[in-house]
């Protein structure tokens, strides 16, 4: 149960850069595991990356690896994705989520990489 909604996305030329924002509501935040998870037009959602309840272990998806940084903020229950060197293969929807597979995830924010 609970919401969480992103925010950020938006159209970004290839080597750009965005933060992905997302606020969690009506669940106790800090116990959970989060994830950020997308999905690509005509693909599958694949899980990009997941943060320990404290913030003090994360773990990336091998392609966004060493250009995504995420973090989080119990105080704000908010999560954050940054993404940096952005390529048109990063193009997707994407979702804050409490599982690796995003069944249970926001309605996401659209990320396009395009020149």
């Known amino acids: 149960e609970g919401q969480l909604v992103e925010s950020g996305g938006g159209l970004v030329q290839p080597g750009g850069s965005l933060t992905l924002s997302c606020a969690a509501s009506g669940f106790t935040f800090s116990d959970f595991v989060m994830f950020w998870v997308r999905q690509a037009p005509g693909k599958a959602i694949e899980w990009v990356s997941h943060i320990s309840p404290t913030g003090d272990s994360t773990s990336y998806r091998e392609p966004v690896k060493g250009r995504a940084t995420i973090s989080r903020d119990n105080t704000k229950n908010a999560l954050y994705l940054q993404l940096n060197n952005l390529r048109t293969d990063d193009t997707a929807m994407y979702y804050c989520?409490?599982?690796?597979?995003?069944?249970?995830r926001g309605r996401g924010t659209q990320v396009t990489v395009s020149s």
């Open positions: 989520a409490k599982d690796p597979l995003g069944r249970d």
